[in-house]
């Protein structure tokens, strides 16, 4: 009888099953094997007055903020972001060390702001990302902005940078490897 009891008592109150519409948060933190990932460059080629450079750049997001993400989800995320919540209608801050094969001030950084659209199925196969950034190279500071290209879930993707105020880098096209 008390079996009966138990039984029913667990059906009426769906004990042991999640409500029909409830959205779990996902388990996304930094691991060892994300930090070592993050160490691969994209690389790319620079422009300016003194001709074509190879630059290899990285990129940290600390904040993003989602447009498009379920609303009984979080829309921020922190250093690590899901290509899904990413392409599909974003805007991050990020930074971005750069190194160049060119001038005595091999490294610069960006900081600033990125937005990201999507353009085919979400996002997934193509989406496009603007972006407007402070640029440092040594004493040349600079604005920056951007203009990219994303397929395979935000895997590959190709951003234009323009620099005005900056002679050696005034033009940098990077080929993105995102590794999530």
């Given amino acids: 009888m008390s079996a009966v009891l138990l039984l029913t008592a667990t059906l009426a109150t769906g004990a042991g099953h999640p409500p029909p519409r ?31 450079h ?12 989602s447009f498009w993400l379920d609303p009984r989800l979080s829309p921020w995320r922190w250093f690590v972001v899901e290509p899904l919540v990413r392409q599909g209608g974003s805007m991050e801050l990020f930074l971005a060390p750069e190194y160049r094969t060119v001038a005595d001030d091999r490294f610069d950084f960006r900081i600033g702001l990125r937005s990201y659209f999507p353009l085919l199925e979400r996002g997934d196969v193509l989406s496009l990302s603007l972006a407007t950034a402070y640029q440092q190279a040594g004493d040349t500071r600079s604005p920056s902005y951007e203009a990219g290209l994303h397929t395979l879930f935000g895997l590959f993707g190709i951003t234009q940078q323009y620099a005005p105020v900056d002679p050696v880098r005034r033009w940098t096209t990077l080929f993105k490897v995102r590794v999530f």
């Fill in 22 to 52: 409830a959205v779990r948060e996902p388990d996304v933190h930094v691991t060892p094997g994300w930090l070592v990932s993050q160490l691969i460059p994209s690389p790319g080629v620079g422009f300016g007055d003194d001709g074509a």
């Fill in 54 to 65: 190879l630059a290899l750049g990285w990129q940290l997001t600390p904040v993003l903020y």
